[in-house]
């Protein structure tokens, strides 16, 4: 396999650094077929992709606005919380407009759900050059990394793109809504793409600490000395992903995201405890 050394575990096998291009190579050969593969598949069932998911948080019925009026009526009839309409429709100004974001979001579905098969490839470059002893806290690495990035996609399709729908497209400079709003596919689509992709790495961040906590670049000690500065970070990230000025809608992105950060202490403290301090 790739990046064997001394230290790992067939001490006799060495590569070269051009042996670990090739074997890196045929991994993501192995993965790129996956994910093309799934996007064959996607592209042919346009109708349900595109009608029931990619189109879904244009509709009033999606699940989404449904949620947010009951919560609203709940909270006492909270103001721009309910949504009662959306005053858009898409267009396309280009003849080739639909066909390229037909591919696009076929090709974008693939590296979604082929997203854990692209960790596995990526797991199986690295796993020869781990120690034994490095190789049991790592074991889960596959299937918690795949975990955090699909509730990430999840959460940014039923959270974070409808509220971003919901306030860019009633938006209005002024209060005679003298300008109309024609946003093309390629406006939504990119909007679409953009939050759902980063919203997926960002949900990545108790891997991300376990990581720099095993280098030795964070300790659960600094991220408890700079857990306000954390939050206020985490807030105007909160505010730049939903782009409403509603203080529930930021905090419906707010509250996920300082849990994930909660959570990236303890697997900090985990670390430090089970793999840094002397026995």
Known sequence: ??????NSAN??????????????RWHLVRASAVIVSLAIVIFCFPDF?????IYGPLKIEFVTYQFLCKLSAKLGGVEGLCVEKINFTLISNQLSGQFSTHIW??????VILGFPYLIYEVWRFIKPALRNSEMKPVRGFVIIASLLFLTGVVFAYYVIVPLSVQFLGNYSITSDNFIQTLPTIDDYISLVSTLILATGIVFEMPILVYFLTRMGIFTP???????RHAIVVLLILAA???????????????IPLYVLYEISIYVSK????KYLKPV
Request: proline share 5%; aromatic share 10%.
């Open 105 to 110: 979001i076929s090709l974008l579905g693939g």
């Open 49 to 53: 992709v595109f009608g029931k998911i």
């Open 11 to 24: 001490p006799e096998a060495e590569m070269s650094f051009m042996d670990h291009l090739e074997a890196l």
């Open 221 to 227: 000690a600094f991220m408890k000395k700079f857990r």
């Open 240 to 254: 730049i992903i939903t782009p409403s000025p509603d203080i529930t809608s930021q905090m419906l992105v707010f």
């Open 270 to 273: 985990y670390v430090e405890n």
């Open 1 to 6: 396999m790739a990046l064997l050394s001394k």
